[in-house]
């Protein structure tokens, strides 16, 4: 019974924020146009200028265009759980994370599934993102695109759980703007997604060290090596460190006696 | 002895070096609606937190009908439905969808829900706009929306922060009357707080509430017989030294 119960709520959760999902079109375009701008306009114009040797998972030589789509779908993801994460701060002055936070079930639950509704919004968003790329000639094999669906779960809920954690430690919306641009902006600059590692190293060692450890690139290079049907441990072992990290971050973050809300006096859930 | 809804005992909270709540006590019982009544600033929403379980409460105890609010917080939560000051359902989802929402965190299957909902709504009279997005409702109906909500999983206990602040007359007389109908028909405990003194109904109990300290507590009759006061606006003025709220 009480598994039924867990079970009703999540789907209530998810539920919840696909509907939301599709009734805030406008969300759905512009998390689709940012990628789009960058693999239509930069790529193309950085393509003679960023040639990219022969790397894993990639056999030959490739275009600009193909190394950074990988990049642009974590950029989705980044973005998604960011904008997820903006709404539970939205949520939290507008009074509904309340609501969730009085049913009877545990935080780590409700937290839980707030991510995975996240995620799968996230994750249908890649999806697009790859069906216009594939009709814009960058194709990947076919199993790819069943190996990168764990792939972006994870990734998915990693982010996820870092907005989740972000969301903790903002009060109000308007400190959300700062904090974006002190995480997203250092996260994808300084990651995998546009450039690989050893063409940062060309330039300097500690950025190289600062790129290798940031849990964007880990999770980049997940989705890219997913997508050619391979399989990096590293990248998976240090995603999913990272996804617990963040997670239990955030949960500490909304313990009602020992979260940052309390300590900041006022500001409740 | 009939079991508490809602027993406080002895609770303190304080946000860092500031007391919010100095050693507050009293008791909400089944069939009984309590007032607690303070200006803006008197701690409402901190107690209110602290029995939700937004925040632990450090000093003190909660318990909702027999459960310990730190020790069996999802027993206890199960058996309390909430309004918030703030309208918290979703502008952008219908009235049943916000409400199958909250069935659904609350583990009532889709049928049951709709049932609840139906019956809800209609003792509020608002079935017939159960299809329309909350963003088309004007305030009064979306406050009864929240009522019908809180009540879809059958609480034990209805905390009410404030509701009727900013509705017009009429819509802020139909929640009082419906919430004290609900109290006498269905033997639910309603703890209420506010800052206007014509919600207070004769049968009602008191607890008022000032700089995180309870002033007066129990029956209107008696607390206006201790006090000295004529009416529930003097017992407000006097015990809160004339604050506006």
Known sequence: MRLLHYWRAMMGIVGRELLRFLHQRERFISALVRPLVWLFVFAAGFRAALGVAISPPYETYILYEVYITPGLIGMILLFNGMQSSLSMVYDREMGSMRMLMVCPLPRWFLLGSKLIAGTAVGVLQSYAFLGIAWAYDIQAPLMGYVWILPALVLVGMMLGALGLLLSSLIRQLENFAGVMNFVIFPLFFMSTALYPLWKIKESSEILHTLAHYNPFSQAVELIRFALYEQFNLDALIFTALSFFVFMSAAIFGYNPSKGMMVRKGGGAP | ?245
């Open chain 2, 1 to 245: 002895m009939t079991e508490l809804a809602l027993a406080i005992e002895n609770l303190s909270f304080a946000y860092g070096a500031k007391k919010a709540l100095d050693d507050v006590s009293f008791d909400v019982r089944p069939g009984e609606c309590t007032i607690l009544l303070g200006p803006n600033g008197a701690g409402k929403s901190t107690l209110f937190s602290l029995i939700t379980h937004l925040y632990d409460s450090r000093q003190g105890r909660i318990a909702l009908c027999g459960f310990d609010i730190k020790k069996q917080s999802l027993k206890a939560l199960a058996r309390l439905g909430v309004v918030f000051q703030q309208t918290t359902l979703d502008p952008d989802l219908s009235v049943t969808q916000n409400l199958r929402y909250h069935a659904a965190l609350h583990g009532i299957g889709r049928k049951a829900a709709d049932n609840r909902i139906q019956e809800e709504l209609e003792r509020l009279n608002m079935f017939e706009r159960r299809g329309e997005k909350v963003r088309q409702l004007n305030g009064g109906h979306r406050r009864r929306v929240e009522i019908a909500r809180a009540l879809l999983h059958r609480p034990s206990l209805l905390l009410l922060d404030e509701p009727t602040v900013g509705l017009d007359v009429p819509s802020r007389q139909a929640i009082v009357e419906h919430v004290h109908a609900l109290v006498k028909e269905q033997n639910l405990a309603v703890l209420w707080a506010t800052h206007l003194i014509d919600e207070i109904a004769a049968d009602d109990s008191l607890v008022v509430l000032h700089r995180g300290q309870i002033k007066a507590k129990g029956k209107l009759d008696y607390v206006l017989q201790t006090t000295g006061a004529n009416d529930a606006g003097e017992v407000f003025n006097k015990l809160t030294e004339g604050h506006k709220g």
